[in-house]
């Protein structure tokens, strides 16, 4: 299946710092959405983005659909605790894109930890 | 509220056993997919189905085949469960605009932890 690249892998921060993530592909998506996972939970949706060049945010995160449709960024501003988790980019190319199956490609993800 | 239930959030299985993954959504979405969730491999789509009866092969169906014999209900069943079945398994529904496949969003349940000892 597709690969989305996802990076960094892990961040250590300091709160209050701004944090920022990006996945990257060498195929082009219709769709970018970032999403945020807790231990032992399932996957919650922070910003679904699906124009290329829009930029769209969600309180103190903001997220950017590139204009080449292969990439994607998410900013994190003043980090505060709960904001530790894991963050995952996914793309979606839509149902007809005529190669079979299509659900979500996901990144893998990038750990945030954030020290008081 | 969008909201996606799975019918156990913990659940251990011997080797062998028939295992029945449920889950629910109750806002009419059209779609509905199940994906597991590995360290290091990420999620990988298992199964997706657009439609009441419709079903179509992800990225790793083998070992699974599913079931959507009502819109708000896909089933994941594992016939003979074994030990490299042991995942998260995570479910998600999206609804579809006419004429526009493009923003098909889509929303997770709480996943359901299964060990196959």
């Known amino acids: 299946g597709q690969q989305l690249n996802q990076s960094p892998q892990s961040m250590f921060i300091q709160e209050g710092e701004d944090v920022s993530m990006n996945c990257t592909s060498s195929s082009i998506f219709n769709t970018w959405l970032w999403y945020k996972q807790d ?47 894991i963050y995952f980019c996914a793309g ?3 149902f007809y894109s005529g190669g079979g199956a299509d659900g979500l490609t996901f ?3 990038t750990h945030l930890i954030i020290q008081p | 509220d969008v909201k996606v239930t799975q019918s156990s959030r913990y659940l251990v299985k011997r ?3 028939k295992v029945f993954l449920e889950c629910v959504q109750d806002m009419d979405h059209e779609n509905m997919f199940w994906y597991r969730q590995d360290p290091g491999l990420g999620l990988r789509l298992i199964y997706f189905s657009y439609d009441v009866k419709m079903k179509e092969k992800g990225d790793i169906p083998e070992g699974y085949s599913v ?23 995570l479910c998600a529904s999206s609804f ?3 004429g526009d496949e493009n923003t098909d969003t889509q929303y997770f349940g ?4 299964l060990t196959v000892l």
Not at chain 1, 54 to 67: C, K, P, V, W, Y
Not at chain 2, 67 to 87: D, P, Y
């Open chain 2, 110 to 113: 709480p996943g359901t932890r």
């Open chain 2, 67 to 89: 079931s959507r014999e009502k819109k708000e209900r896909f089933s994941l069943i594992l016939e003979s469960a074994s030990t490299n079945q042991t995942s998260m398994y």
């Open chain 2, 15 to 17: 080797t062998g056993e």
């Open chain 2, 96 to 98: 579809s605009l006419a």
């Open chain 1, 107 to 109: 990144g893998k993800g």
């Open chain 1, 39 to 85: 231990p032992g939970e399932g996957p919650v949706l922070l910003i679904a983005l699906y124009k290329a060049g829009e930029l769209t945010s969600n309180g103190r995160l903001t997220a950017q659909f590139g204009i080449t449709r292969k990439d994607s960024f998410l900013n994190i501003s003043a980090s505060i605790p709960s904001d530790v988790g």
């Open chain 1, 92 to 94: 979606l190319r839509g």
